[in-house]
């Protein structure tokens, strides 16, 4: 797997560290990326998380490392932290991991158009032309 990745990463030019703890909990960037996923600078928190664990191995565990994300992109970590662990947001990732599981997904990335289910990495442009067709 860890090979497959290093591939990839080298065909789109995206810098990759082997994290020295794998897999870390990231159920705090999550529990920011359900609560303001209609924000718009979540995309790059969640590009910056990943970066964090993946190119650079910093412990996205840490709150202090989710803090210093949010910090970044002109967020109040305080803020967004304190509504993250809110137990209505704890309760709305939750209800979307159980909803996901009801769909027969597992792993990542996996893209559901209505129904359909396209999982894998090589599958995003087929799930795009799927959604254009179907709209």
């Known amino acids: 797997m860890w090979r497959d990745i290093e591939r990839c990463c080298d065909k789109y ?59 970044s992109l002109g967020q109040d970590p305080q803020r967004v932290l304190s509504l993250a662990k809110s137990h209505g947001n704890k309760d ?8 996901a599981i009801d769909k027969g997904l597992f792993g990542a990335p996996a893209f559901v158009i209505g129904d359909e289910i396209f999982w894998g990495n090589d599958r995003l442009e087929d799930a795009i032309e799927f959604y254009n067709l179907t709209r």
Do not use: C, Y
């Open 13 to 71: 030019g995206i810098p990759f560290e082997m994290p020295s703890e794998f897999p870390r909990n990231g159920i705090l960037a999550a529990r920011v990326s359900v609560a303001f996923e209609d924000e718009s600078w979540v995309t790059d928190f969640i590009k910056k998380v990943f970066e964090s664990n993946f190119a650079h191995d910093i412990d996205i565990s840490d709150e202090s490392e989710i803090a210093s994300v949010l910090d």
């Open 92 to 99: 709305r990732l939750r209800h979307q991991t159980q909803a």
